[in-house]
């Protein structure tokens, strides 16, 4: 079956970093986008970036964008999230999903992983 299994959140404090990594199994998805979603509580599922795997083309959000870097090892079939400068705002479940599509709409997403928390205090 198909899976994604997030990895590397954690508590860390303001300005600190951390890498998230996403290991998918089932399926090789070279003709995919992997992205990245997170999730605060009492808030709607918002999007990260994203990268296509057939060119590196990648995308941010604009809250993200500066602070974090989505790569992705194509031998491993792994996507990472590299954040620095982290906020407390930046405080979330953090999902990892393929789409056909280097999108930004949850909705254009086919598959989830389960999620892995990061905590930023201030």
């Known amino acids: 079956q198909v899976q994604l299994v997030e990895s590397g959140g954690g508590l860390v404090q303001a300005g600190g970093s951390l890498r998230l990594s996403c290991a998918a199994s089932?399926?090789?998805?070279?003709?995919?986008?992997m992205g990245w979603f997170r999730q605060a509580p009492g808030k709607e599922r918002e999007f990260v970036a994203a990268?296509?795997?057939?060119?590196?083309?990648?995308r941010y959000a604009d809250s993200v964008k500066g602070r974090f870097t989505i790569s992705g090892d194509n031998a491993k079939n792994t996507v990472y999230l590299q954040m620095n400068s982290l906020k407390p705002e930046d405080t979330a479940v953090y999902y990892c999903?393929?789409?056909?599509?280097?999108?930004?709409?949850?909705?254009?997403?086919?598959?989830w992983g389960q999620g892995t928390q990061v905590t930023v205090s201030s």
């Open positions: 999903a393929a789409s056909r599509f280097l999108a930004i709409l949850a909705t254009m997403y086919n598959y």
């Open positions: 089932g399926r090789t998805f070279s003709n995919y986008a």
């Open positions: 990268i296509r795997w057939s060119d590196g083309n990648t």
